[in-house]
């Protein structure tokens, strides 16, 4: 038997700060929160300001622009292109970690969003992981979901970036039947796991089963400015920030530039904002339910005494709007208007594609920094 621990490593997508229960969050969280009851808070760990920069780094220990991944590949400029440290994808100069543990005896796994290159070659089982199951862009619809263009439309540019690619060493098996073979294996058995576990939730589209989205229902009415404060009341009292801390001004827009026609009510304008982010918090309250099955099975299994935990969030609370022109482009309103339903009463579903949109980050971001995405670890 091995006396080196195992690793589980979870990354949560556009997770905020305040978001779990254990950092003064309203969404239950049981699973992680008691992770941060036998483990320890971070409250000044620093991530990068967006997705794929701080994987890049995660998986390398170093620089993103030294991994390759000096901005996301989907959102670099021209002048970026063909540059060094801006390659897109986690470059052949840097030592990944899971090539690093593979080669110290750990046996290595993944399941969940890689966003690390999407071509042969720069894979998960490329760069070192013995069993991976992965979700190779930044973001897709959670359900599957494609729609069907007429003739002469085509997907926006950004809608390129998003296909539901996966990837899988050689069939789709989830995370929990990766441990299963290495128990049934003598070999893999006596060897530590490095497992890693990046979640592409709760990152946009919002979606979620509609039993699970009544559960929220009605509890951010109060809007962004309120739930901000109750959430810094409840970080003041924990003691993870300090007791002095004041609140910025609330400057974004609170609601979607998509719904501002007079052919909604004054109530339904009001309601889109609330409508998702009870969705968002359906989609936190399931991972949580979903890292609880891992730690449960590694309690099961007599392995989680001798595994660190490290769970964390890739950057902070996401604030896009989809909507929003001229940024993501003069067709976006009217693609979505065409091909999705965002309706009050459709949000969440599969054929919708909505995010939270700005109003959201301010009852969310206590830190004022949009890269505290550290969050917590236990033994």
């Known amino acids: 038997m091995t006396t080196r621990p195992n690793i589980l490593v979870i990354v949560a997508d556009y997770l905020g700060f305040s978001d779990v229960g254990a950092f003064g969050g309203e969404i239950e969280t049981p699973h992680l929160d008691r992770l941060a009851a036998e483990g320890l808070r971070f409250t000044d760990f620093h991530a990068a300001s967006a997705c794929s920069p701080t994987r890049s780094m995660l998986m390398s220990g170093t620089d993103h622009h030294i991994a390759g991944i000096g901005k996301m590949a989907e959102a670099k400029a021209e002048f970026h292109r063909n540059k060094p440290g801006y390659e897109g994808f986690l470059n052949d100069t840097v030592a990944p970690l899971p090539g690093l543990l593979r080669d110290a005896g750990y046996f290595t796994m993944m399941a969940g969003k890689w966003h690390l290159g999407s071509e042969s070659g720069q894979f998960p089982c490329d760069r070192g992981f013995e069993k991976s199951f992965a979700l190779l862009p930044g973001a897709a619809n959670h359900y599957g979901y494609e729609t069907q263009l007429e003739p ?14 996966y990837v899988e060493d050689d069939r789709r098996v989830p995370l929990l039947q990766y441990f299963g073979e290495r128990a049934a294996s003598k070999h893999d058995r006596d060897r530590p796991f490095f497992a890693y576990l990046p979640f592409a939730a709760p990152h946009w589209p919002l ?53 501002r026609s007079g052919s909604l009510s004054r109530w339904t304008i009001k309601r889109i904002p609330p409508a998702r982010w009870e969705v968002y918090a359906v989609m936190v309250d399931r991972m949580d339910e979903q890292i609880g099955r891992v730690i449960c099975y590694l309690e099961d299994t007599g392995e989680l005494e001798r595994t660190v935990v490290l769970f964390m ?62 969050h917590l670890a236990a033994v």
Request: proline share 4%.
């Open 207 to 259: 979606q979620a089963p509609d039993a699970n989205i009544l559960k929220y229902r009605g509890i951010y009415d109060t809007g962004p400015a309120a739930l901000r404060e109750r959430r810094l009341q409840n970080l003041k009292k924990m003691g993870l920030v300090a007791a002095d801390v004041l609140p910025h001004e609330v400057v974004a827009f609170g609601g979607s530039a998509s719904h």
């Open 313 to 374: 969030s890739d950057n902070g609370a996401e604030g896009v709007m989809l909507e929003a022109v001229p940024v993501m482009g003069d067709n976006t309103v009217a693609h979505l208007d065409k091909y999705y339903d965002n309706s009050v009463d459709n949000i969440g579903h599969k054929n919708s594609l909505a995010a939270e949109d700005c109003g959201a980050v301010d009852g969310k971001q206590f830190s004022f920094r949009s890269h505290l995405g550290g």
């Open 152 to 165: 002469g439309d085509e997907l926006l540019g950004w809608m390129k970036h998003c296909p539901s690619l």
